[in-house]
């Protein structure tokens, strides 16, 4: 069965912390993998990975996919408050575009 | 450009009745896909459509629920007969394509069964 897991499940830090969310995944056919921020509305874009061990960078955000151990990291850095969410990590697989999602990781950033 | 638009965004309804949730596609974006969201649970692909087709609905239950994306008009979630247990978050999500295209999601509808 497809699957994607997420680790830690939740998390607390204070501000400045850096921290690392985890994700692997077993699915049948990979096409690339996805990051979403969701603050209680729209799981918001934040990444899209489809090659292995190359970086993606947005501000204090930064991203890479292994796709032989199969799992991906987002780190954030000098964290904010304002980087409170639930932090989704997907996976596109098949041709057909559906996303099988992990169960999210809650974060939360303490002044 | 607006993105995902969804309405409505809260919506309760008692059991046994019907619920009718709307989503317009962002502009130039022809694929629309439901997830459903539970309570501490993950988003749940429910299905996928393209303009006057359905192309995947696997991940929707077999009865009560339905899906369409008109010619024209927005794409419509439909559940029959709601029971306690369909209150959720569903969540409509669009594309330009399914290769290497990004999903971007609505702000989703709230619906809670009393």
């Known amino acids: 069965e497809d699957k994607v897991v997420q680790s830690p499940l939740s998390l607390v830090v204070h501000e400045g912390d850096t921290v690392t969310l985890n994700c692997s995944y077993e699915?049948?056919?990979?096409?690339?993998l996805l990051w979403y921020k969701q603050e209680k509305k729209a799981p918001t874009f934040l990444f899209m990975l489809?090659?292995?061990?190359i970086e993606k960078k947005s501000g204090r955000l930064s991203s890479i996919l292994d796709k032989k151990e199969l799992f991906s990291i987002l780190n954030i850095t000098a964290t904010q408050t304002g980087d409170s969410a639930v932090y989704l990590c997907?996976?596109?697989?098949?041709?057909?575009?559906?996303?099988?999602f992990g169960k999210g990781t809650k974060l939360s950033v303490k002044p | 450009n607006a993105g995902v638009m969804q309405n409505p965004r809260h919506l309760v309804r008692r059991r046994g009745q019907e619920a009718r949730l709307r989503c317009s596609p962002m502009?130039?974006?022809?694929?629309v896909y439901w997830y459903r969201q539970l309570p501490e649970e993950g988003l749940k692909f429910m299905v996928y459509?393209?303009?006057?087709?359905?192309?995947?609905e696997s991940g929707m239950p077999k009865e009560r629920f339905s899906a369409e994306f008109p010619k024209e008009g927005p794409s419509i979630l439909r559940i029959q007969q709601v029971v306690r247990g369909d209150s959720a978050a569903y969540f409509c999500?669009?594309?330009?394509?399914?290769?290497?295209?990004?999903?971007?999601f609505g702000e989703g509808s709230w619906l809670t069964v009393v």
């Open positions: 489809t090659s292995s061990g």
């Open positions: 999500a669009s594309s330009r394509g399914t290769q290497g295209n990004t999903i971007y």
């Open positions: 459509l393209q303009k006057e087709n359905i192309i995947d």
């Open positions: 699915v049948t056919n990979f096409r690339s």
């Open positions: 997907a996976v596109n697989q098949g041709s057909q575009g559906n996303l099988i």
């Open positions: 502009k130039g974006h022809s694929h």
